[in-house]
């Protein structure tokens, strides 16, 4: 499986933006870039994903480089109920590996 | 906004006995999955489910786990003979097909304790 690395943590002050950054260098052609986040004690809940072209849905933004190495999860204006651990997790199309796999993602602390 | 359904929300169990943790999983939805979470630690796949069959394990899903549709709405997890390091929060996901561009949902989990 094509890997992922994080920073263990972050903070960001309540009602400011807050930019994730994820690095995957061995991406390949056809892997897409999937968010999930894990706020206490729930599960992982989806947040958004691409494949080559910036996103944006009501939850975040997906910035992704042009050589697809990196990516950043954006989220435009923190509020304490965004406080969770943020995980990026690469997948292949179908009949590739259908699972996802967790690293230990960026734990996002926000501040009040 | 569709959702995975999970029962019990707990379980305390003692050593040695058997436990089924029950999911609903999205009702148009074709593949299921079951991943655990030890306290503190990383959320680890353990099985996935197509066409009544299982498709990919883990080397945690040993003999003592078993999976099941047993009604085509109803997903389980059995574990035969509970172990103390089976204290985990056991989540069942689901997905309509798993092409890359498509979303994984996970329910809020069934947290097992074992005693």
């Known amino acids: 499986d094509a890997k992922t690395t994080q920073p263990n943590s972050m903070e960001s002050n309540e009602e400011e933006p807050v930019h994730l950054p994820c690095n995957h260098s061995?991406?390949?052609?056809?892997?897409?870039i999937h968010w999930y986040r894990q706020l206490p004690s729930q599960g992982p809940e989806y947040v958004i994903h691409?494949?080559?072209s910036n996103v944006n849905n009501r939850m975040a933004s997906l910035a992704i480089a042009e050589d697809r190495k990196s990516s950043t999860l954006i989220l435009h204006r923190a509020t304490l109920r965004d406080a969770a651990v943020y995980y990026c997790?690469?997948?292949?199309?179908?009949?590739?590996?259908?699972?996802?796999?967790f690293g230990t993602g960026t734990r996002l602390t926000i501040i009040p | 906004e569709p959702e995975v359904t999970q029962t019990p929300s707990h379980q305390v169990t003692q050593m040695g006995q058997e436990v089924i943790l029950r999911c609903v999983p999205i009702?148009?939805?074709?593949?299921f999955y079951w991943y655990r979470q030890i306290l503190g630690q990383k959320v680890e796949f353990l099985v996935s489910?197509?066409?009544?069959?299982?498709?990919?394990k883990s080397e945690i899903f040993d003999d003592q786990f078993s999976v099941e549709r047993p009604d085509g709405s109803n997903f389980t997890l059995k574990i035969r003979s509970t172990k103390l390091e089976d204290s985990a929060m056991y989540f069942c996901?689901?997905?309509?097909?798993?092409?890359?561009?498509?979303?994984?949902?996970f329910g809020e989990g069934s947290w097992l304790t074992v005693v």
């Open positions: 009702s148009n939805h074709l593949y």
């Open positions: 061995t991406i390949s052609g056809t892997d897409y």
């Open positions: 489910f197509y066409n009544n069959e299982i498709s990919e």
């Open positions: 691409g494949l080559t």
């Open positions: 997790i690469l997948r292949d199309p179908p009949f590739g590996n259908e699972k996802l796999t």
């Open positions: 996901a689901s997905i309509w097909t798993p092409n890359g561009g498509n979303t994984i949902y």
